[in-house]
């Protein structure tokens, strides 16, 4: 369920992106243009967001069925990753430029599509995953956390640790709280909510005695 959860969440992040994407652009060329913004960016934006929906839906459709197969041969996602990411928007392109071309161009677009959009989806994926890539490394070897560069890394573990490697000056008002600290706050809270619900129940037996007595 959380993975058809994730797949949709990909889906309507990347349509609404080039949804954006297009909309700047169109506006942009409105104005170097001299046209109309909000024709130019409504257009541009609508014909991107209908290129962005179709090759995101194909390509994490390819994407589920490549992970699919990865029990198969004692695979994990996290060392087929580049891979798999690599031929899902390679396949989504080429798909996905075949199909827009033919409804909007006729068939005589289909291989062009195909070639033009396969190749830029293809291309826009190495260079993301390489990125992404020298981040991690990057990550790895400044120290703040302790895993192989072929890991992913988790973010809620870099986050803290990014926030451990923090020095926050003497005179700031807000500071980083020890564990003693944080736990003797725990423990206070959960004090002071034990006495709340003492009370109502003080409270709710002296209400139940009044009522006795009136009956």
């Known amino acids: 369920m959380s993975n058809k959860k994730e797949i ?11 949804v954006l994407a297009g ?5 942009t060329l409105a104005v ?3 046209g109309s913004v909000k024709a130019y960016a409504t257009s541009t934006g609508a014909n991107c967001g209908v290129f962005g929906a179709t090759f995101f839906i194909i390509r994490e459709s390819f994407l589920s069925y490549q992970r699919k197969q990865n029990p198969m041969y ?3 996602d996290s060392e087929t990753r580049d891979i798999d990411d690599l031929v899902s928007s390679a396949m ?22 195909c070639i033009l959009f396969g190749t830029i989806c ?7 995953s390489a990125a992404n890539r020298w981040r991690q490394d990057t990550i790895v070897q400044s120290g703040l956390v302790d895993l192989p560069a072929d890991q992913d890394i988790p973010t809620k573990n870099l986050a803290k640790s990014v926030w451990d490697a923090i020095e926050i000056p003497s005179w700031s ?21 034990e006495d709340d619900i003492q009370q109502i129940e003080r409270e709710m037996k002296r209400s139940a005695q009044d009522s006795t007595k009136k009956d």
């Open 173 to 193: 008002p807000i500071r980083k709280l020890s564990n003693d600290e944080y736990n003797a706050l725990l423990d206070a809270k959960l004090k002071t909510l």
């Open 23 to 27: 909309a700047t652009t169109g506006a």
């Open 74 to 76: 004692g695979l994990k």
């Open 92 to 113: 989504a392109g080429v798909t996905t430029g075949g199909l827009l071309s033919a409804a909007f161009r006729g068939s005589k677009g289909v291989l062009p599509g």
């Open 8 to 18: 949709t969440q990909h889906i309507f992040t990347g349509t609404g992106l080039s």
């Open 122 to 128: 293809t291309g826009g994926q190495l260079i993301y």
């Open 32 to 34: 170097l243009k001299n």
